[in-house]
């Protein structure tokens, strides 16, 4: 699975008709996200299994119809975007998104626990689904953390 599959859904999200914060759907998908975040190597089998949950989310319910939507246009857009850290939320901003209500642990590896080289832009994107599927808000603080992201895709569209 490609990790701009799960940056689509999350640029969709600010999208979503109904409030998806308590959804049990979601849920799910921020647990797998969790769990598979604290490997220490993501197998194609994770992939697939949050595939799945986002499959579930965005097709099992008529209501997400829209969502589903703009996520089938954003993932295209995402095609030609190489996706560059300075788009991509900062530690410090995913540290300041975090709720008082949901306490995290530390996400991904410890300091002194680098993750192997192919894996990184991959916990960076897990990262920041369990910071946005976390918070009592997902829409809300999806829209804030990928706002240069959505910057971004809104100039390519313009040109």
Not at 13 to 18: G, Y
Not at 19 to 32: G, H, I, S, V
Not at 125 to 140: A, F, M, R, W
């Amino acid at each position: 699975m490609d990790t701009k599959i799960l940056l689509a859904f999350f640029l969709a999200l600010p999208n979503a008709e109904t409030d998806l914060a308590n959804d049990p759907a979601l849920k799910q998908l921020r647990n797998k996200l969790d769990q598979v975040n604290q490997k220490p190597e993501i197998t194609p089998k994770d992939w697939e299994n949050i595939q799945g949950k986002l499959t579930a989310i965005l097709k099992d319910n008529e209501n997400n119809a829209a969502l589903n939507q703009f996520y089938q246009e954003i993932l295209a857009q995402l095609e030609n975007v190489e996706i560059t850290s300075d788009l991509l939320p900062t530690q410090a901003e995913l540290e300041a998104e975090k709720t008082a209500v949901r306490k995290m642990g530390t996400l991904g590896y410890l300091p002194d626990e680098p993750p192997p080289i192919h894996d990184t832009e991959s916990k960076e994107i897990l990262n920041i689904g369990i910071v946005i599927l976390s918070h009592d808000e997902p829409k809300k603080v999806s829209q804030t953390l990928l706002q240069r992201l959505s910057d971004c895709l809104k100039r390519k569209k313009g040109s």
